[in-house]
């Protein structure tokens, strides 16, 4: 099966850097998206980047600019460089993987555990 193991979530101070990392393991094909989702308190789930493995990305629309994803293909790993982080980036931030092809698993979605980001001063 696939696990997704996420690293790199903890306190920072507003204007400051941090950088996600999660790791695939097990087989997740030829075409597939990895991204970073987060919720926040009292709020839903929503998603912050994601890449395909054509290497072409999206972002939500407050993170423009500030943060950045990319992959690492040959370790199926996804990275997200956040840059300039402000209070309201705080959420547990939720790995991603998407696979187009499900004859291998029984699911095309798989989830991360989750790592806290909180921006404080």
């Known amino acids: 099966q696939v696990q997704l193991v996420e690293s790199g979530g903890g306190l920072v101070q507003p204007g400051g850097s941090l950088r996600l990392s999660c790791t695939a393991s097990?087989?997740?094909?030829?075409?597939?998206?990895m991204g970073w989702y987060r919720q926040a308190p009292g709020k839903q789930r929503e998603l912050v980047a994601s890449?395909?493995?054509?290497?072409?990305?999206n972002y939500e629309d407050s993170v423009k600019g500030r943060f950045s994803v990319s992959r690492d293909h040959a370790r199926n790993t996804v990275h997200l460089q956040m840059n300039s982080v402000k209070p309201e980036d705080t959420a547990v931030y939720y790995c991603?993987?998407?696979?187009?092809?499900?004859?291998?698993?029984?699911?095309?979605?798989?989830w991360g555990q989750g790592t806290q980001v909180t921006v404080s001063s």
């Open positions: 991603n993987l998407f696979i187009r092809d499900s004859s291998v698993y029984q699911r095309n979605t798989f």
């Open positions: 097990g087989y997740i094909g030829s075409i597939n998206v």
């Open positions: 890449i395909t493995s054509g290497d072409n990305t």
